[in-house]
């Protein structure tokens, strides 16, 4: 069983900054693949990046790449979402999820984070 608690989120203008933490509990943080997800109002949730176990594979939606960096502190039980350059279109809840392997589907993340909120204003 993992449990996971986002921070971070915020209102920031257009082209600022925000970064977003996720602790997670639990003994075996390693072992899973690390995502962030976001969902607009009236929107369907959409992958926007991930990591694996050991930190050196990283994916991202085309949207963000350039702009958005995940990392993860194995020894804190944490990772983070760097979100530089900001847009309006980026405004959404984050969620944080742990999968066993890499996939781009919400449907195969086992736990997820309960949301933080990101609004960029124009």
């Known amino acids: 069983q993992v449990q996971l608690v986002e921070s971070g989120g915020g209102l920031v203008q257009a082209g600022g900054s925000l970064t977003l933490s996720c602790a997670a509990s639990?003994?075996?943080?390693?072992?899973?693949?690390m995502g962030w997800f976001r969902q607009a109002p009236a929107k369907e949730r959409e992958f926007v990046t991930a990591?694996?176990?050991?930190?050196?594979?990283?994916y991202y939606v085309g949207s963000v790449k350039g702009r958005f960096t995940i990392s993860r502190d194995n020894a804190k039980n944490t990772v983070y979402l760097q979100m530089n350059s900001l847009k309006p279109e980026d405004t959404a809840v984050y969620y944080c999820?742990?999968?066993?392997?890499?996939?781009?589907?919400?449907?195969?993340?086992?736990?997820w984070g309960q949301g933080t909120q990101v609004t960029v204003s124009s």
């Open positions: 639990g003994r075996t943080f390693t072992s899973y693949y």
């Open positions: 999820a742990a999968a066993y392997g890499l996939t781009y589907s919400p449907n195969a993340y086992d736990y």
């Open positions: 990591i694996s176990g050991n930190g050196i594979s990283k």
